[in-house]
């Protein structure tokens, strides 16, 4: 019997959903960042076992009030997900697990909901823990409540046993030696985006997006080209840095991420673009893939 499902991590910026993907995957295939709202896109991350495949999709941190078009888009990723949702996986902070803000949606789902309670690490009190897992039980009238912490790795097995335990017989939807359906430019950019996240303050990581425009497969070495695009003249100063310092420290440490991604040397080129005002932007929103066109 082979058992295989959909599982929607769903929650508030910086609840630690990413963290929590890549922990349950062993791999760094989503970026993370302190910063919030650092997923856009729906991202699937797929954990295979001989008798199962959990098919899991990071999500944008839902926010109350969009600014931007490109917050609507990305808040539209979360509801897609939803959809085809078997299982969501509701991703609380534990700490601070506003419980109230999640009771509308989950009024909506009518699948299972599996909650983490995570960053457990950071909570000194036993006593505050078990008393936030009563409260959240009964706020979702679910069982299936833990405390984790994904940054230490601790409690996902937990999870992990009572998600395939929920898992619906079923074929595996992807091919059972694969870790994502996303393809290896839109990885990288979004590595390059990561270390925008690191080196860059303020609204700068917010104003960005990153475009593979080449990749180019050798024997030993990738050579990839991107680009990156801002907002105005005056974010494009700040990404170039005092003569080009910050862009080549930019280069970098993105090359060393995407290496250590890929298990292999890379070649990387940036180049920088303005895109004014490019979140606010239909046509620019759907040329970035977050809009359909
Ligand atoms: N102490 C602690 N920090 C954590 C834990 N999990 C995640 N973090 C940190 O919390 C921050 C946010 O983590 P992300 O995984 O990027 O959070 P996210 O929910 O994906 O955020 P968005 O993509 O913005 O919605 C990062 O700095 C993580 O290192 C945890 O279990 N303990
Ligand atoms: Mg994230």
Redesign the pocket.
Known sequence: MFKSAFITIL?L???????FLNAVLGENLVI???K????RHRIKGILNGENHQLVFS?T??IIQESAYKLQDAMMGAVHQSLEDADVVLL?LDGQFPKVELFEEYTKKINCPIVVAL??V??ITDQNQIQETVDTVKEAFSTEHVFAI????NFNIGGIISTLIELAPEHPPFYDTEALTDENVRFLVSEMIRETILTQFKKEIPYSTEVVITEYFEEEKIDKIHATIFVERDSQKVILLGRGGAAIKNLGIYSRKRIEAFIGKQVFLALTIKVRKDWRKDDQQLKNFGYLKS
């Open positions: 929650g910026p910086n609840a630690g959903k990413s963290t993370t960042n302190a919030a709202q650092t997923t990071d944008p941190g991703m995570n960053k690490d950071l912490s994904a940054l230490e």
